[in-house]
Nanobody, 115 residues
């Protein structure tokens, strides 16, 4: 059974930092591209960052220079380091593992940025 579990969300003041983790089980993690999405209330889910298994990384313009995606294949864990957080970063954050048309999602972790 495939499972992705996010953790690390919480309440932080604007300008602060959080590191989200996404730990996988049931898949050969190193083969999968890992993406991070977020969904704010009333909004559609949007792509924040994506990291291919080969190391290519792309970020949405809204987080470039503030967010960093990384992964530790030995631990089957991906990370999203979020610095200089803004109120508009408030959302539920999800990780997704994708390979050849197969996709697996985590349950999400809430990030709330206060002013």
């Amino acid at each position: 059974q495939v499972q992705l579990v996010e953790s690390g969300g919480g309440l932080v003041q604007a300008g602060g930092s959080l590191r989200l983790s996404c730990t996988a089980s049931g898949i050969t993690f190193s083969l999968y591209a890992i993406s991070w999405y977020r969904q704010a209330p009333g909004n559609q889910r949007e792509l924040v960052a994506v990291g291919s298994r080969g190391g290519t990384i792309n970020y949405d313009d809204s987080v470039k220079g503030r967010f960093t995606i990384s992964r530790d294949n030995a631990k089957k864990t991906a990370y999203l380091q979020m610095n200089n957080l803004k109120r508009e970063d408030t959302a539920v954050y999800y990780c997704k593992a994708a390979l050849a048309g197969a996709e697996y999602w985590g349950q999400g972790t809430q990030v709330t940025v206060s002013s």
